[in-house]
């Protein structure tokens, strides 16, 4: 009998290894105890499912677009043990029994990744509980992040099951890995990091890896999750998931692999041309004479700007997230717009999803639209999301307001207040274990982070529905894979000024925007300035303007700024207007005029950077490793950064000048060191000091100076005028900066500045290209419709003083440099 029920076992486990099921693009096979299916989404991408139920299953996330799948051509062979499958540009290779993949380059047949060997794919079963709240208990809490009304569980009731999962890879040696959002923990590589994936004020999840091995993974689940990468191989953890779903993104580039997760997720819509001048927010102007005469004082002083904001409290006192404005302090919206518009300005509004004691919370109460437990808003609802629409439109866009700004888009904290001395910043642990199970109880765990995709997409949709003669633009602290198809910036929540945070900044925001997300900024000056009364509220400058070290801090965190995708300035506890920072003749009021300046300087430059992630899959702000990932020395530079492929960026993170309370530092060198990437010489954009690159170098960093070079074979087009506000950047004469020591090519691109005729063809382009053999500069054919007959005057400047004029009607002109002698 024994010997029989061997036979039968064996003869049942060789049934289920073996059984194998072609489908398109890839096959469907059983192997130990779990059903995976492989196909070829496109042939550079692959998509794998792994389940221990009978089947595998489509989930309804919205993270991916809904795509008709077609054909591609994929070759299938069979060796000892595996099963091969080969498109023409990746191959995989997938053992029978264990199910382990590892994928090819097809080509040279170079390994990019493989997954472990012995235990590839790993799931627990867990369960499900419906949590029921207790009503009697409703009451209104006031934290940092503004009244929140919470209630006690009154039961949980065990409804279902998932799964947990569990994806171990093995990494190449001397791959880098960046992505998976941004974090507050000052990590520029992940390797050898462990990371904790849930929304939370101070983290904006994106589950996506980038590797400079020449692929990056997609996880295709709603779920907090765990990255670790430790001395026995790397995984991913998932923490509640009806299966094991992720997408394999082959890139030569890491710029390839941006393109393919769009390809899967969703292209960025152009933002608007304000959006890349200067933004003024605070928290906050408290009337519409408030938001009118601060930019008037703008205009006054011939300060540039283009956006200013009004944050929270504009309800009616007690009204949390209501969405209308008391009419005390705000008596005409329409007039207010009229005003700031008739000073060439925008207004970006706050909103929430959350509402307390109001008569909105009540009408979504009583259509069952709230969160059970909550006052936040159903977003995973469409007719939640058009009750919204109706609310925010009807107050503000209707009356011409520009912008959002969705604040608190978690939509909860579970750690957002005094937790007691050992809590802190680097409590990333138990923040992980209390927000993950505050939002699975709230959301459920397997969408517990998608509410911020869900916010974005009804306020995105609905915007386009109702017009497109004006961009979407939506300001939001959480993040999710897809959600830059749905015009958004993020920003990286309220952090504190000490220089430590702001140093963090930096590696955050390059992770974030390696995931394929590219519009991210700061508060400059941080939002909390001085020392509160709890972990989060750490500032070290309890004088806030008064004190000259923060003034200090302020300009370096501006300058910073001017050359993120986005600058803004933003904070509580101090002012943060220009002249707040001194009269016309302090050296830190200059620093800060001469930031906004260059801001608008770099306008022709940045807006075609922004043309090109549009239409080319491009990224603005870049970690070293996506242009020089050959370097090793790169790989875990935190403190660097490009703008374009033109700008290295190095910001200055340590004071110089003063400490806390205006205390002088004495002996303080005015520099920094800056490490300038092998291949290229590079050319101090100040000075026009050439470097050979692979060397660090000590560059000059006084107060009024940020590092900033150029890498050789640049072209960079600027204003050559001051201008007050974005749109005037099409007029008058541009400088065109030209770094020669190799050939270079740039695009320009212009368009209206605003509205969606764009996608329609209402736009144009030229390229500047420079041939280092000629010595010559030529302008190309104008492409499209838009400035048909608009003519640039465009002064060529070279580092080494020759010059130049082209008057550009659209037509292709060539100037060329005699070379210089000696």
């Given at each position: 009998m024994k010997k029989v029920l061997t036979v039968a076992l064996l003869t049942a486990l060789i049934g289920r290894v073996c059984a194998q099921e072609p489908i398109l693009n890839g096959m469907e096979m059983q192997v130990d105890d779990g059903l995976l299916r492989v196909e070829f989404v496109k042939s550079d991408i692959v998509r794998v499912r792994y389940t221990l139920e009978k089947e595998v299953a489509e989930?309804?996330?919205?993270?991916?677009?809904?795509?008709?799948?077609?054909?591609?051509?994929?070759?299938?062979?069979?060796?000892?043990?595996?099963?091969?499958?080969r498109s023409d540009s990746l191959t995989l290779r997938i053992d029978r029994q264990t199910g382990c993949i590892a994928y090819y380059e097809t080509a040279g047949g170079e390994l990019l990744l493989q997954e472990d060997e012995a235990a590839p794919h790993r799931g627990e079963r867990i369960y499900v509980e419906n949590v029921t709240y207790d009503e009697s208990t409703r009451r209104t809490?006031?934290?940092?992040?503004?009244?929140?009304?919470?209630?006690?569980?009154?039961?949980?009731?065990?409804?279902?099951?998932?799964?947990?999962?569990?994806?171990?890879?093995?990494?190449?040696?001397?791959?880098?890995?960046?992505?998976?959002g941004g974090h507050m923990e000052d990590y520029m590589n992940l390797r050898g990091k462990r990371m904790y994936l849930c929304q939370h004020n101070l983290k904006e999840v994106v589950p996506v890896l980038n590797s400079t091995a020449g692929y990056g993974l997609l996880m295709n689940a709603g779920s907090e999750m765990v990255f670790?990468?430790?001395?026995?191989?790397?995984?991913?953890?998932?923490?509640?998931?009806?299966?094991?779903?992720?997408?394999?993104?082959?890139?030569?580039?890491?710029?390839?692999?941006?393109?393919?997760?769009?390809?899967?997720?969703?292209?960025?819509?152009?933002?608007?041309?304000?959006?890349?001048?200067?933004?003024?927010?605070?928290?906050?102007?408290?009337?519409?004479?408030?938001?009118?005469?601060?930019?008037?004082?703008?205009?006054?002083?011939?300060?540039?700007?283009?956006?200013?904001?009004?944050?929270?409290?504009?309800?009616?006192?007690?009204?949390?997230?209501?969405?209308?404005?008391?009419?005390?302090?705000?008596?005409?919206?329409?007039?207010?717009?009229?005003?700031?518009?008739?000073?060439?300005?925008?207004?970006?509004?706050?909103?929430?999803?959350?509402?307390?004691?109001?008569?909105q919370e009540k009408d979504f109460a009583a259509r069952g639209m709230l969160v059970p437990g909550t006052n936040v808003y159903d977003v995973f609802r469409p007719e939640a999301r058009d009750l919204y629409w109706d609310y925010?439109?009807?107050?503000?866009?209707?009356?011409?307001?520009?912008?959002?700004?969705?604040?608190?888009?978690?939509?909860?904290?579970?750690?957002?207040?005094?937790?007691?001395?050992?809590?802190?910043?680097?409590?990333?642990?138990?923040?992980?274990?209390?927000?993950?199970?505050?939002?699975?109880?709230?959301?459920?765990?397997?969408?517990?982070?998608?509410?911020?995709?869900?916010?974005?997409?009804?306020?995105?949709?609905?915007?386009?529905?109702?017009?497109?003669?004006?961009?979407?633009v939506n300001l939001t602290r959480s993040s999710y894979a897809g959600e830059q198809r749905y015009g958004t910036v993020i920003w990286n929540g309220d952090t504190h000024a000490s220089w430590q945070s702001f140093a963090q900044m930096i590696p955050a925001g390059l992770n974030f925007v390696s995931t394929g997300c590219p519009y991210w900024t700061v508060d400059a000056g941080a939002f909390f300035v001085r020392k509160g009364w709890a972990w989060f509220y750490n500032g070290d400058f309890d004088k806030g303007v008064a004190d000259l070290g923060y003034r200090e801090f302020y300009v370096r965190m501006l300058q910073y700024a001017t050359f993120l995708p986005v600058m803004r300035s933003h904070g509580t506890?101090?002012?943060?207007?220009?002249?707040?920072?001194?009269?016309?003749?302090?050296?830190?009021?200059?620093?800060?005029?001469?930031?906004?300046?260059?801001?608008?300087?770099?306008?022709?430059?940045?807006?075609?950077?922004?043309?090109?992630?549009?239409?080319?899959?491009?990224?603005?702000?870049?970690?070293?490793?996506?242009?020089?990932?050959?370097?090793?020395?790169?790989?875990?530079?935190k403190d660097e950064f490009l703008l374009g492929k033109s700008l290295l960026v190095a910001p200055v993170t340590k004071p110089m000048y003063y400490a806390p309370n205006s205390v002088p530092l004495e002996g303080v060198e005015k520099t920094r060191q800056v490490y300038l990437p092998r291949g290229r010489q590079w050319i101090d954009f100040w000075t026009n000091r050439v470097y050979e690159g692979g060397q660090t170098v000590t560059a000059d960093a006084p107060l009024e100076r940020i590092p900033v070079f150029v890498p050789s074979g640049s072209i960079v087009p600027l204003?050559?005028?001051?201008?007050?506000?974005?749109?005037?950047?099409?007029?008058?004469?541009?400088?065109?900066?030209?770094?020669?020591?190799?050939?270079?090519?740039?695009?320009?691109?212009?368009?209206?500045?605003?509205?969606?005729?764009?996608?329609?063809?209402?736009?144009?382009?030229?390229?500047?290209?420079?041939?280092?053999?000629?010595?010559?500069?030529?302008?190309?054919?104008?492409?499209?419709?838009?400035?048909?007959?608009?003519?640039?005057?465009?002064?060529?400047?070279?580092?080494?003083?020759?010059?130049?004029?082209?008057?550009?009607?659209?037509?292709?002109?060539?100037?060329?440099?005699?070379?210089?002698?000696?």
């Open positions: 989930p309804d996330n919205d993270i991916c677009l809904k795509r008709e799948p077609g054909k591609v051509k994929v070759k299938r062979t069979d060796e000892q043990g595996y099963v091969i499958l809490v006031k934290t940092a992040d503004g009244d929140k009304e919470v209630t006690d569980v009154l039961k949980r009731d065990t409804v279902g099951s998932s799964w947990k999962w569990r994806l171990a890879l093995t990494f190449k040696k001397k791959e880098a890995l960046y992505g998976l670790d990468d430790g001395d026995t191989g790397g995984c991913l953890e998932v923490g509640a998931a009806p299966q094991l779903d992720y997408y394999f993104m082959k890139g030569r580039s890491m710029d390839a692999t941006v393109r393919n997760y769009r390809w899967l997720t969703g292209d960025v819509p152009l933002m608007p041309l304000y959006l890349f001048g200067y933004t003024q927010s605070k928290e906050r102007y408290v009337s519409s004479n408030d938001l009118i005469s601060t930019l008037k004082q703008f205009r006054d002083n011939h300060i540039p700007i283009d956006m200013i904001v009004q944050d929270w409290n504009y309800w009616e006192p007690g009204s949390w997230g209501h969405m209308k404005m008391n009419s005390r302090d705000y008596p005409d919206k329409r007039a207010l717009v009229d005003a700031i518009h008739g000073m060439n300005a925008k207004l970006m509004i706050s909103i929430w999803p959350s509402m307390t004691n109001s008569p925010a439109n009807g107050e503000f866009f209707s009356n011409g307001f520009d912008a959002w700004w969705c604040d608190s888009s978690e939509p909860l904290d579970a750690d957002w207040g005094n937790r007691g001395p050992a809590y802190g910043w680097d409590s990333q642990a138990e923040r992980f274990d209390l927000c993950s199970k505050k939002l699975g109880d709230a959301l459920g765990h397997e969408r517990s982070q998608l509410y911020s995709l869900y916010h974005t997409k009804g306020i995105y949709e609905h915007q386009r529905e109702a017009t497109d003669v004006k961009r979407v506890d101090t002012p943060r207007e220009p002249w707040r920072f001194g009269d016309a003749e302090s050296p830190f009021y200059k620093c800060v005029l001469d930031c906004i300046k260059l801001r608008y300087k770099l306008l022709p430059y940045t807006y075609s950077l922004a043309a090109d992630v549009t239409f080319g899959g491009g990224t603005m702000m870049r970690p070293l490793a996506f242009d020089y990932a050959g370097d090793e020395a790169v790989l875990d530079v204003c050559a005028r001051e201008i007050e506000y974005a749109a005037l950047y099409a007029d008058g004469d541009w400088e065109v900066r030209v770094f020669p020591g190799r050939d270079a090519t740039f695009t320009v691109y212009q368009d209206a500045g605003d509205g969606y005729a764009y996608e329609q063809g209402e736009r144009s382009s030229f390229q500047l290209i420079w041939n280092e053999r000629k010595q010559t500069l030529t302008a190309g054919e104008r492409q499209g419709v838009y400035f048909k007959d608009r003519v640039l005057r465009l002064n060529v400047v070279l580092p080494d003083g020759r010059s130049g004029v082209l008057t550009y009607d659209g037509r292709k002109q060539t100037l060329k440099f005699p070379r210089k002698k000696g």
